[in-house]
């Protein structure tokens, strides 16, 4: 599954939709602007051929990459950061609208909208060599697996060193290994820089938020969930001053799920939840603001619990951080943030 559209592509359908495969591409004016030409490497400086170990093999950029290409919308984003327009991307939106902080620097690079293949059946090989890409960026796909001997042969393929590393590499990392490839690796410090500063000059300007206990809960169609165990990277809400609960311990990726009877395990300084699968989750918002025991923790009762909106994408770039909506997940959290730590 492509990393960011986990959460969107399931809250619009509750069913798990895989990436593609059919040729279908929309239209776009992106190929064939300045930015797509991806312009020098970074300054101006000479571009060094690059080899890159991963998980199946070597990938070898012996040129200055001029056209990438990208197999999922995580890895859409590091090319945007790094201001390039992709020649192909999946078309992750599937008829919704584009995230505004997407939007926005498509914009700014130039183009007014991507160009896309319909990956309702998985990965679109033929699509994607019919751009004839210098790169192929798969930094950010649970498919390389399937993917890589079709994609190889079209062009050189970046990703993760290690398959455990589709879920553990941190958005930082995938920028820089795509940025090694590319020749951008100035220009990946500069993001990842801006980035940090955004979340720093955040948690300066609300120091109320130091030390305060946080708990994050995703409500899936399966169970109420756990998010902010303990060997969950840090993510923006530590950033931002927050610190785990100790009932965090008692949770991890292969255990997160809490029972309705066990819903004090949520009860924090601040408690957020987010229902992407809206009516469709384990449970219903209704029913679980409802429920008497969660009504009963401290949290809720003092107003200090907030629900973290999904339909503007906002959860899923928390599930799924990477380089473009890191600051504008930090921008959107911290108002609600600061309500609920003031129980308002």
């Not at 239209?27 to 080899?51: H, I, L, M, R």
């Not at 999922?72 to 991307?89: E, W």
């Not at 530590?238 to 009932?247: M, R």
Request: charged letters at 20%; hydrophobic letters at 40%.
């Amino acid at each position: 599954m492509n990393r960011r559209r986990t959460l969107t592509a399931l809250a619009a359908t509750a069913v798990c939709v895989g990436l593609l495969a059919g040729c279908g591409e929309g239209s776009g004016d992106a190929a064939g602007t300045p930015a797509a030409s991806g312009g020098a490497a970074d300054g101006g400086k000479a571009f060094s051929p690059v080899s890159l170990k991963n998980a199946w093999g070597t990938t070898e950029v012996k040129k200055k990459p001029v056209k990438v290409a990208t197999v999922s919308d995580g890895d859409t984003a590091i090319a945007l950061a790094l201001g390039l327009v992709p020649v192909i991307t999946p078309d992750v939106e599937d008829g919704s609208p584009v995230a505004e902080y997407k939007q926005a620097a498509i914009t700014k690079l130039g183009a007014s909208k991507l160009k896309t293949y319909d990956d309702t059946d998985g990965t679109a090989y033929e699509a994607i060599a019919a751009e004839a890409p210098d790169v192929i960026l798969g930094m950010n796909t649970w498919e390389m697996d399937k993917d890589y001997a079709k994609l190889s042969p079209i062009a050189p393929v970046v990703t993760f060193t290690d398959k455990a590393q589709a879920d553990t590499l941190t958005w930082q990392d995938r920028l820089k290994t795509a940025a090694k490839a590319l020749g951008m690796e100035d220009k990946a410090a500069e993001v990842i820089a801006a980035n940090e500063k955004t979340t720093n000059d955040a948690a300066a300007a609300h120091p109320e938020f130091k030390g305060k206990t946080y708990t994050y809960t995703v409500v899936h169609p399966e169970q109420i969930s756990f998010m902010s165990y303990e060997a969950q990277d840090p993510g923006v809400f530590e950033k931002l001053g927050f610190t785990k609960t100790d009932k965090a311990k008692n949770y991890g990726p292969d255990k997160n799920g809490v029972s309705l009877e066990n819903l004090d395990q949520l009860d924090a300084d601040v408690l957020l939840v987010t229902y992407p699968f809206g009516d469709r989750g384990v449970i219903s918002p209704k029913e679980l603001e409802g429920n008497k025991l969660f009504q009963s923790l401290n949290s809720v009762k003092n107003k200090h619990f907030a629900v973290v909106p999904s339909d503007n994408t906002l959860a899923s770039a928390i599930a799924y951080p990477d380089p473009l909506s890191a600051p504008w997940v930090t921008q959107q959290l911290t108002p609600l943030l600061a309500k609920a730590v003031a129980g308002q």
